[in-house]
């Protein structure tokens, strides 16, 4: 028997939306378009994801490495913020908020550089994506070079008088 519609209740807060910002989405891997609306449906008001690597690939039943490999086509894409492990924004133009006028302060309140809707995005998504991969190949070549000095437990430890 199935309950009266009236007894439904959501698990959280209904969130308001206006997601005009995916008209901005570049042509991105399919996982990191998984990875975004999984993102989209954790978020908190305002678009704060609280979520680690881990999480995110037991949500998706993905391997961490693919949930590793996706985020930077997210981040590309200005689509997402990294602020600290486990913690992410999603932009103003794709996050959720209380109400519609916070919607609004929050993209107006964004910088002109950051914006989806200003500029080519998906000629900023592959020059900010290729600035990635110019980067990780610079840190391999100085791993490979051996200028990187590896850090281990006993480095970071001090002796104790």
Do not use: C
Not at 42 to 59: C, S
Not at 62 to 87: D, F, K, N, Q, Y
Not at 117 to 122: H, T, V
Request: no cysteine.
């Amino acid at each position: 028997m199935m309950p009266a519609a009236e007894e439904w209740v959501p698990r959280r807060n209904v969130l308001w939306g206006s997601f005009n910002g995916l008209a901005y989405v570049p042509r991105l891997p399919p996982t990191a378009y998984a990875l975004l609306l999984h993102m989209m449906t954790e978020q908190e008001p305002g678009g704060l994801v609280a979520a680690t690597h881990e999480e995110f690939a037991a949500g998706l039943a993905m391997e961490r490495g693919m949930i590793s490999r996706a985020m930077p086509h997210l981040v590309a894409a200005r689509l997402v913020t990294v602020i600290r492990r486990g913690r992410f924004q999603l932009h103003p133009m794709i996050a959720a908020f209380n109400d519609p006028r916070e919607q609004q302060r929050a993209i107006k309140a964004t910088p002109d550089d950051l914006r989806l809707d200003l500029g080519d995005f998906e000629d900023e998504y592959e020059r900010r994506f290729q600035l990635h991969l110019d980067e990780k190949a610079r840190k391999a070549e100085a791993r490979a070079k051996g200028n990187v000095t590896p850090i281990d437990r006993r480095s970071r430890l001090k002796p104790v008088d």
